[in-house]
């Protein structure tokens, strides 16, 4: 029996702008992702990936369709009500790594258990578990400043999966580092994903990395173009 | 949640030690002015109070024309006579003492000391009319008073100056030429809005009328009011008393007047009042200006950190947790700004305050309403770049370079 989907996306659109000067960015998106599953986005610019993204990370609204997360409406949920699901169900990881200056990396893994209301040593527990599951709980007073983009990124990481969420949202997470860099993080991904089973969607341009998915959607003109089987799919058959 | 955002404003305040600083300043520069000035309008106005109580409580002052000058031109309005003094004393209800004075000035010598000062003549109800002590020897005694007896009581200006050390009572010294025994030494009074009040001698009214004045006019007449009775009661009471002794007819005007001590007090605590009102309100406004710099170092703030604000929105922190976090945060900044300057102004104040001779008074409530007023600025000030922080979208914050 297939389960149901985590994320269901039936004939999403979005349109900037209104009038003579309206883009349709996404022209009905159709697209189901399971859960524990570990996905790759790919596409040209301009082909709707990133919109997806933000509408799949309930940053943003689809113009039209039905946007299902874990069977709920989203398309329907107002600006907190997204915020709240955000704060419950997803973490995200960004290209250009977005920790905040001047702040700690434990303060910054801390954040989001500030915002769900948790005690001083809950979030000192909790924070210090997710920096040690990317390999830099002995680098937990040090500033963004202090730290290499590899390290930053996985600060970055520890933040998003503190809160153990069910899905991850990485926006191009090795596009400022170099290769062996960024093949550690896809290892730290890949990882996540199959012990801890958080649900990954990745947007990269990399063919190298979006083979470390199990499934790889490719985007083109606001479609899903096609999508096929990664690499990290053999790996878990033969793992499996 | 508030203690979330509490700890959030903290660290953010932390993270910018120096622009924290220099934002609250403004704040930190108005509390410090206006709870100065305020503080110091304050013990100018009880320094006032109390030189004017030193005139006496509840005492009418009877004299010859109208207000303090002679005014316009005319006959001179005749001083009052001894007969004047035994009716308001006998006829007027609600008068605890009654007590006439007639002024003169001219040098006291001592063994070759010389002093200019004034002579007061009157008799010993003077003493319960205002609140003057003889701090050594004694008061005139009833027949010294009848008899016009050369005999003084001087105050401490005049003992000093005359007398230096030595001990004056029962020793001899010359007023305007004339011998007389110094019988007491008044109790100090202090610099006063009248200038020097120790530099007087008091003697029997009689002696000062046939030796110095030449005539037996009264030239002020001191009337205290009994506690129990209302001071503007006996006031016309003593008005309607005079006019007909002075046979006034109906709708002219008085040729005396009647003035109420309390009335100067409260006249001039008032102007002490207005001006430090005054004085604080352009105090007020470096608040004012205080507040509008917090205000623009938030906006900065909130221009600046709008990345930060998108990784918090994406993170799941709601708009309201965003607009309180920078509330908040100008709430923490003109409060602390607040605390500062009251600090300040305690400290200024106690330094000030001796050097212009006025009491040190620490008054709680105008402390507090400054703190108020100063977190109040916060809020409002602080609310506008919050409300922008707050509405910011997620996804166009996070691009924001």
């Known amino acids: ?240 | 949640m508030l203690g979330t955002t509490v700890i959030l404003a903290f660290r953010a305040i932390n993270r910018h030690k120096m622009r924290s600083f220099l934002t609250t300043l403004g704040i930190i520069i108005g509390v410090a002015a206006v709870v100065t000035m305020v503080t110091l309008g304050n013990g100018a106005t009880a320094a006032v109070r109390e030189q004017i109580s030193s005139l006496g409580a509840n005492v009418l002052q009877l004299r010859p024309g109208q207000g303090f000058g002679r005014g316009g031109g005319g006959p001179r309005p005749p001083n009052f006579k001894e007969a004047d003094l035994t009716v308001i004393e006998n006829q007027l209800t609600g008068v605890r003492a009654v007590a006439p004075i007639v002024q003169s000035s001219g040098t006291a010598i001592y063994e070759g000391n010389n002093w200019s000062t004034t002579v007061y003549g009157t008799t010993s109800a003077y003493s319960q009319v205002q609140s003057w002590n003889v701090a050594e020897g004694r008061l005139f005694m009833p027949e010294e008073e009848e008899a016009g007896k050369a005999v003084c009581i001087i105050g401490n200006t005049v003992r000093t100056n005359l007398f230096q050390g030595a001990d004056p009572v029962g020793k001899r010294m010359r007023i305007k030429g004339v011998s007389c025994q110094v019988i007491g030494v008044l109790a100090t009074r202090g610099q006063g809005g009248f200038g020097d009040q120790d530099d007087v001698v008091v003697m029997p009214i009689k002696f000062v009328q046939r030796r110095f004045t030449g005539d037996r006019d009264i030239s002020q007449i001191m009337v205290a009011v009994d506690d129990a009775y209302d001071t503007s009661t006996v006031q016309s009471s003593l008005e309607e008393l005079m006019r007909e002794r002075r046979k006034i007819k109906a709708g002219a005007e008085d040729n005396f007047n009647v003035f109420d001590t309390k009335q100067i007090s409260d006249t001039l605590t008032g102007t002490t009042t207005i001006l430090t009102q005054i004085v604080a309100a352009v105090a007020a406004i470096s608040l004012l200006v205080g507040g509008i710099g917090i205000m623009n170092i938030m906006l900065v703030s909130v221009t600046e950190r709008t990345r930060e604000i998108g990784i918090r929105l994406a993170i799941g922190a709601v708009a309201r947790e965003v607009l309180m976090q920078f509330l908040v945060e100008a709430i923490v900044l003109s409060c602390m700004g607040g605390v500062i300057g009251l600090v300040i102004a305690l400290i200024a104040s106690v330094g000030i305050a001796p050097l212009m001779k006025v009491p040190f008074t620490f008054d709680p409530q105008v402390n507090l309403i400054a703190f108020l007023f100063s977190a109040a600025i916060g809020v409002v000030f602080g609310y506008f770049p919050a409300r922008r922080a707050a509405s910011l979208n997620p996804i166009d914050a996070l691009r924001h370079e």
């Open chain 1, 1 to 240: 029996m297939v389960p149901d989907p985590i994320i269901s996306l039936r004939g999403i659109t979005k349109i900037f702008g209104s009038g003579p000067t309206a883009f349709q960015a996404l022209k009905g998106i159709d697209l189901d992702i399971a859960q524990g599953d570990f996905v790759a986005v790919m596409g040209p610019s301009g082909s709707g990936k990133s919109t997806t993204m933000n509408i799949l990370g309930c940053l943003d609204v689809p113009t039209g369709g039905e946007f299902l997360f874990k069977g709920r409406h989203v398309e329907t949920l107002d600006r907190d009500q997204r915020a709240l699901l955000r704060r419950r169900y997803l973490g995200f990881v960004f290209q250009g790594f977005n920790l905040l200056s001047r702040t700690t990396a434990l303060e910054n893994v801390e954040l989001p258990l500030l915002y769900r209301g948790e005690d001083k040593k809950t979030r000192y527990d909790m924070g210090m578990a997710a920096l040690d599951k990317v390999g830099l709980k002995d680098w937990w007073d040090h500033t963004p400043a202090e730290l290499s983009g590899g390290q930053q990124q996985r600060v970055a990481i520890a933040r998003a999966i503190v809160t153990q969420p069910d899905v991850l949202l990485a926006d191009e997470p090795t596009g400022n580092l170099d290769s062996e860099r960024s093949v550690e993080i896809m290892q730290l991904l890949t990882d996540l994903n199959q012990n801890s089973g958080i649900t990954v969607l990745m947007v990269t341009h990399e063919p190298d990395m979006a083979a470390f998915a199990h499934t790889i959607v490719h985007f083109k003109d606001g479609l899903v173009e096609r999508i096929e089987d990664g690499q990290g799919a053999a790996q878990k058959g033969m793992i499996g």
